[in-house]
């Protein structure tokens, strides 16, 4: 049965942790995968989630089954923080909760599979590595709309909104609401309103993820393109995710919104969802959507998350700063800039795959093939090291 199954190649992201992990460099840094930690390099466990897994632990409960499509207080707060609070468009809004961003992709792409299946999937050039990946085995052709530009160090926008103007009626386009995952370049404002009018004049299905919400601006700046989309588009998908944001990595706690025309259509638009989710894992787990929403709904803890929330982010923006002293000092010539005109977790660097795989190879320092480093997992102790790994490997 088995033995024409050919060896995989290991996963563009998960794959470097797992080589990561078995690398015996004592200077080894993990800048690979999109996950913060803090500045003494620990995966940091959230004030607010301790304090809500205590809250948890003191009413503890039997663990019966979530309804297929989450625990409902989370699915509420959820579309309530993504949406804004008591927005009119949550009468047509479903939201459903999902295993990570990740999970939310895969419903929504199964659902769009049965309501749209002729239609193609545009990704950004480039983007996650797992959108092209997810969208195909879904049964999607992927194809890519131009995004990052090279030289100008920035989004080449005209040739996004060429690619978005000459799709098909029907093609899904999925965006990347804040934070763009790998290039950290995001559209302004005035693009994001040439972007509805793109999709609007196109009938094109937005898709738009949104897994860093927080690691821009703050909260509500970062949702500020979705509640955009709510007010013009009439039907849209949304995933969102908590990994990040609560520091919540391996509880998946993520969720899938799909806009609709309205409630009637929102109610059958469930109906189907809950089916994709049932024979896919029947329903979700309960403990992540329970922190979550103990967080969310707890007025304190909430601010609390806000405020640690706030703490990443603006350590996240002093590393970049710091990268750009450390390239520096380590004299290495040049405009580093767009290093700090990022935002979110990732640097997209401008390296090579040839200098990427030297940085792993002879420094030990982690970064995807494309060029992207986790400026998230810097520190004050490792981010002299990899500012001269870098300045190495640039040297040639
Ligand atoms: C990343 O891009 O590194 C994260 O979103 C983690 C993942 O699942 O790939």
Not at 121 to 129: A, C, G, Q, R
Not at 267 to 278: H, T
Not at 317 to 339: H, P
């Amino acid at each position: 049965l088995f033995s024409d199954v050919q060896q995989a190649p290991p996963d563009a992201i998960l794959g470097l942790t797992e080589q990561f992990k078995a690398d015996t460099n004592p200077q080894k840094v993990n800048l690979g995968v999109g996950v913060y930690q803090d500045a003494s390099g620990k995966l940091p466990l959230l004030r607010c989630v301790e304090a809500a897994e205590k809250k948890l632990a003191e009413a503890a409960a039997a663990k019966g089954y979530l309804p297929i499509d989450g625990l409902a207080t989370y699915d509420a707060d959820v579309k309530d923080l993504v949406f804004g609070e008591g927005s009119a468009v949550h009468d047509r809004v479903v939201t459903v909760q999902a295993l990570g961003g990740t999970g939310a992709l895969r419903v929504g792409a199964d659902f769009l599979r049965q309501v749209n299946p002729d239609a193609k999937v545009l990704i950004s050039n480039p983007s996650w590595e797992n959108h092209q990946a997810l969208f195909t085995r879904a049964g999607f052709t992927v194809e890519k709309y131009a995004y990052y530009d090279a030289e100008a160090k920035g989004v080449d926008f005209d040739g996004m909104i060429a690619d978005l103007t000459a799709a098909a009626p029907g093609t899904v386009v999925v965006l990347h609401a804040c934070c763009h995952n790998p290039t950290g370049y995001d559209l302004t404002a005035d693009q994001w309103d040439q972007v509805i009018e793109t999709v609007l004049a196109g009938d094109l299905v937005a898709f738009l993820d949104m897994a860093y919400q927080g690691f821009s601006e703050g909260l509500e700046e970062d949702g500020a393109t979705v509640r955009k989309f709510a007010e013009r588009v009439p039907s849209f998908f949304v995933s969102t995710s908590f990994s990040k944001s609560l520091s919540l990595y391996g509880e998946r706690v993520g969720a899938l919104s799909i806009v609709c025309a309205d409630a009637e259509e929102a109610r059958r638009v469930l109906s189907q969802v809950k089916i994709v989710i049932r024979t896919n894992y029947s329903n979700p787990p309960t403990h992540g959507a329970q922190l979550a929403a103990t967080v969310l709904s707890d007025a304190d803890l909430r601010a609390q998350w806000v405020a640690e929330l706030g703490e990443m982010r603006d350590r996240i923006k002093a590393m970049r700063g710091a990268l750009v002293d450390g390239l520096k000092a380590a004299g290495v010539d040049g405009d580093f800039s767009y290093i700090t005109d990022q935002v979110g977790m990732f640097s997209f660097s401008g390296l090579t795959k040839d200098q990427m795989v030297r940085l792993r190879n002879e420094f030990g320092v982690y970064g995807t093939d494309t060029g992207r480093i986790c400026v998230a997992a810097l520190n004050d102790d490792n981010v002299g090291y990899v500012s001269e790994s870098i300045a190495a490997v640039l040297k040639g």
